[in-house]
């Protein structure tokens, strides 16, 4: 993924899979999940990229 396509996540559901391979791509420093979405239906996260932005991606919870 180039810097702007993952940019262009920010405010995105992923299902953990694509959380798992954006952890992965070279533009991502870091990827820390900061609890639950206002609505508590997902968790978030704050992705910081090596630019020095941030962005914010979501995953589902799960429901057992």
Do not use: P
Request: glycine share 6%; charged share 35%; net charge negative.
């Amino acid at each position: 993924m180039t810097l702007e396509e993952i940019k262009n996540l920010d405010g995105e559901v992923l299902t953990i899979e694509e959380l798992n391979d954006l952890e992965c791509e070279e533009f991502v420093e870091d990827i820390e999940c900061i609890g639950t979405s206002g609505n508590n239906k997902y968790y978030w996260y704050d992705v910081t990229l090596t630019d020095g932005n941030r962005i914010d991606v979501y995953t589902e919870k799960e429901v057992n």
